[in-house]
């Protein structure tokens, strides 16, 4: 069940914790005591206030140079978090993004956690190069099934095994096609119990780790696509229609979904079950990237963001 939208005077209790504990910086049990709450009840808040957008983090690190345009990305957008990676090079970009979002993701992950994955380059650098976690009792699910003639590397299937090595994490898989013959098969497939255990638990992730799909990327999903559907989504690229896509979710400049006749045959998380995840981590840079991250930051599919400073530079512009 989704969560109630909180109320007013429910924000006005968590903006009041919450400003209590950061800004005067008082601990929670001081902060219970004045307030009248159990200790458990003041750190839900807190989460919760992460979650709704009560609080949002600015991380600063050494060498970044990149706070000022952070917070302007950050208010644009209306992130929770946002780092930029400076002094990237194109051939390492990969890498340096997938450290930082390792980093990142190793540092905000809680006991008790489900993660999501879907498929790409970035994300499976990041599984390759990001220090192990120990002892927090993770489940790590895939949101997306596999097809046979992706790159193994970059396969769906692969990355969420390789992240439930780093994570020391419960594996979940989605042993299933990316695409099945008729909207039929797909319903059957929908039914199977071994299915609905991992969309159950795919439903219950607080935490999204995507890939921002466009230009190449998205012609690369010809091994997603028979050759007509492929060349329809191609039209519309090549039309402005299609700036990007996250888990085979596509939608256009402004954030807008764009369905093909291939939906209802797709075996991936559905876009409400995947926007309804709290923390939804978007890797991506590059310029070629940009338009494909502002209508994904504007639509709603990520609201954590790790970028590279030139392409966060032109997103600032647009």
Request: aromatic content about 6%; overall charge positive; proline content about 4%.
């Amino acid at each position: 069940m989704p969560k109630k939208p909180l109320t007013e005077a429910q924000r006005l209790e968590y903006g009041k914790v919450a400003y209590l504990y950061y800004k005067e910086q008082m601990t929670q049990d001081k902060i219970g005591t004045q307030m009248h709450m159990s200790r458990q009840r003041v750190n839900r808040i807190l989460k919760e206030s992460l979650e709704e957008g009560i609080v949002r983090i600015i991380v600063e690190y050494p060498g970044s140079g990149s706070s000022e345009l952070e917070k302007r990305l950050l208010n644009k957008y209306h992130l929770r978090h946002i780092q930029i990676v400076a002094n990237v090079r194109p051939e390492n970009i990969y890498t340096d993004l997938g450290e930082a979002a390792g980093a990142y993701l190793a540092s905000i992950v809680k006991e008790g956690d489900t993660i999501g994955f879907t498929r790409g380059q970035t994300l499976s650098v990041m599984a390759e190069v990001m220090k192990p976690v120990v002892n927090k009792n993770l489940t790590v699910v895939q949101l997306m099934g596999s097809r046979n003639n992706v790159p193994q590397n970059t396969a769906s299937n692969q990355i969420v095994v390789n992240f439930a090595r780093k994570l020391n994490a419960r594996l979940v898989a989605m042993l299933a096609p990316i695409t099945v013959g008729s909207p039929e098969l797909k319903a059957n497939l929908l039914q199977e119990p071994s299915f609905q255990e991992t969309y159950q638990t795919l439903k219950i992730c607080n935490i999204a780790v995507v890939g921002i799909g466009a230009g190449a990327s998205l012609k690369r999903m010809q091994n997603l696509f028979p050759d007509k559907e492929l060349a329809d989504i191609l039209q519309m690229e090549e039309e402005d229609q299609v700036a990007g896509e996250i888990g085979t979710h596509m939608f256009d400049f402004e954030g807008r979904v764009i369905t093909n006749r291939l939906r209802n045959r797709i075996i991936a998380a559905e876009l409400p079950d995947l926007k309804r995840i709290p923390v939804r981590l978007g890797v991506a840079g590059l310029p070629k990237k940009v338009k494909a991250i502002h209508g994904a930051l504007v639509g709603g599919y990520v609201n954590d963001l790790i970028i590279d400073n030139i392409t966060a530079e032109i997103l600032e512009n647009l």
